[in-house]
């Protein structure tokens, strides 16, 4: 692992707070591939043999390009780690990542915002899933109390290829999110899109999943789960578009209301191919009461008992 010695004091900051939310350390070693942003500089980077890791600080942030030999196969994540350490400021990311024909990877990344007050972080990530290659994103945030967070992410999956994404910021606070995913399916590609957020206070959040099914026979999923206490306000926006011979996609949206949260689900189904099948499953309103009877009867206090079935949801 090569750090920066001007950066070490914030690269331990960094391995710190993986310690105290109970994150994997082990990400950090010397067989791992990854790049280590905080702020505006690049303060760690790995490569190793397969993974090729390139990048450049730009204005207010750092743009990473990934590039994943054909064939490559790892046993451990690419780790992606963006931090920042301050109370306040803006934060520009993006990450063009290409993955190689017949390649298996996974991807980890963590966002670090611990200290935020006033602070807006966009990313952008563009990937390319090569030919009859798998590969696993996972996206998890630590937020402070004042993060707007504007996040973009934008993948083709080519032929036989298989993508599936997860987004999940359920331990703090969400603030102000605006997210959007998207997946274009070639032939026999395969793509899953799964987010997990959960809103307190006046959080807003605003999210759009779209699937692109334009190959023969390719196959999509969305799913997102959202929990709305309090104040919070909630916009949730899934497309699926069947344009590929007998192409599937299924959209899968549930939300969870408690308090005087405001909640919007907006379910879009296009097609253009009368081969191609969509169907959409959708549900929003309280904690169920049979199951909060149930857990009540063995002992546990309402709140527990709704605080028991909310883990439940959010849970891998």
Same mark, same amino acid.
């Given at each position: 692992?090569?750090?920066?010695?001007?950066?070490?004091?914030?690269?331990?900051?960094?391995?710190?707070?993986?310690?105290?939310?109970? =994150?994997?350390?082990?990400?950090?070693?010397?067989? *791992?591939?990854? *790049?280590?942003?905080?702020? /505006?500089?690049?303060?760690?980077?790995?490569?190793?043999?397969?993974? +090729?890791?390139?990048?450049?600080?730009?204005?207010?942030?750092?743009?990473?390009?990934?590039?994943?030999?054909?064939?490559?196969?790892?046993?451990?994540?690419?780790?992606?780690?963006?931090? $920042?350490?301050?109370?306040?400021?803006?934060?520009?990311?993006?990450?063009?990542?290409?993955?190689?024909?017949?390649?298996?990877?996974?991807?980890?990344?963590?966002?670090?915002?611990?200290?935020?007050?006033?602070?807006?972080?966009?990313?952008?990530?563009?990937?390319?899933?090569?030919?009859?290659?798998?590969? $696993?994103?996972? /996206?998890?945030?630590?937020?402070?109390?004042?993060?707007?967070?504007?996040?973009?992410?934008?993948?083709?999956?080519?032929?036989?290829?298989?993508?599936?994404?997860?987004?999940?910021?359920?331990?703090?606070?969400?603030?102000?999110?605006? =997210? +959007?995913?998207?997946?274009?399916?070639?032939?026999?590609?395969?793509?899953?899109?799964?987010?997990?957020?959960?809103?307190?206070?006046?959080?807003?959040?605003?999210?759009? +999943?779209?699937?692109?099914?334009?190959?023969?026979?390719?196959?999509?999923?969305?799913?997102?789960?959202?929990?709305? $206490?309090?104040?919070?306000?909630?916009?949730?926006?899934?497309?699926?578009?069947?344009?590929?011979?007998?192409?599937?996609?299924?959209?899968?949206?549930?939300?969870?209301?408690?308090?005087?949260?405001?909640?919007?689900?907006?379910? =879009?189904?296009?097609?253009?191919?009368?081969?191609?099948?969509?169907?959409?499953?959708?549900?929003?309103?309280?904690?169920?009461?049979?199951?909060?009877?149930?857990?009540?009867?063995?002992?546990?206090?309402?709140?527990?008992?709704?605080? $028991?079935?909310?883990?439940?949801?959010?849970?891998?």
């Amino acid at each position: 692992m090569s750090i920066k010695i001007d950066r070490v004091k914030e690269y331990e900051t960094i391995l710190e707070i993986y310690e105290k939310e109970g =994150l994997d350390t082990s990400l950090f070693g010397d067989r *791992i591939a990854t *790049i280590i942003i905080s702020g /505006d500089r690049i303060i760690g980077l790995n490569n190793i043999p397969g993974v +090729e890791i390139r990048g450049e600080e730009i204005e207010d942030g750092v743009r990473a390009y990934v590039e994943i030999a054909d064939g490559t196969e790892l046993h451990f994540p690419i780790h992606l780690c963006t931090g $920042f350490l301050k109370n306040e400021g803006y934060q520009r990311v993006i990450f063009d990542i290409t993955v190689g024909r017949n390649s298996k990877v996974k991807f980890t990344s963590h966002c670090i915002f611990p200290y935020a007050k006033n602070f807006t972080h966009e990313a952008i990530a563009r990937i390319k899933v090569g030919e009859r290659s798998s590969v $696993f994103y996972e /996206d998890e945030h630590i937020h402070g109390e004042g993060v707007r967070m504007v996040g973009k992410t934008e993948v083709e999956v080519g032929k036989n290829g298989r993508y599936t994404g997860k987004f999940s910021l359920t331990k703090h606070r969400a603030r102000e999110l605006k =997210l +959007e995913m998207s997946a274009r399916l070639g032939n026999n590609a395969v793509a899953e899109l799964v987010s997990k957020v959960k809103a307190v206070k006046d959080d807003s959040v605003e999210m759009k +999943e779209a699937i692109y099914l334009e190959g023969a026979h390719s196959r999509g999923n969305l799913k997102s789960t959202v929990i709305a $206490f309090d104040n919070s306000r909630v916009n949730v926006i899934n497309e699926a578009y069947g344009f590929g011979d007998y192409s599937k996609g299924h959209v899968e949206c549930h939300e969870i209301v408690k308090g005087n949260a405001d909640v919007q689900t907006v379910p =879009l189904l296009r097609v253009k191919n009368d081969r191609a099948e969509l169907t959409h499953e959708a549900s929003i309103g309280r904690i169920n009461e049979a199951q909060l009877v149930q857990l009540m009867a063995k002992g546990l206090t309402e709140d527990e008992a709704a605080e $028991f079935i909310i883990k439940g949801l959010l849970r891998e």
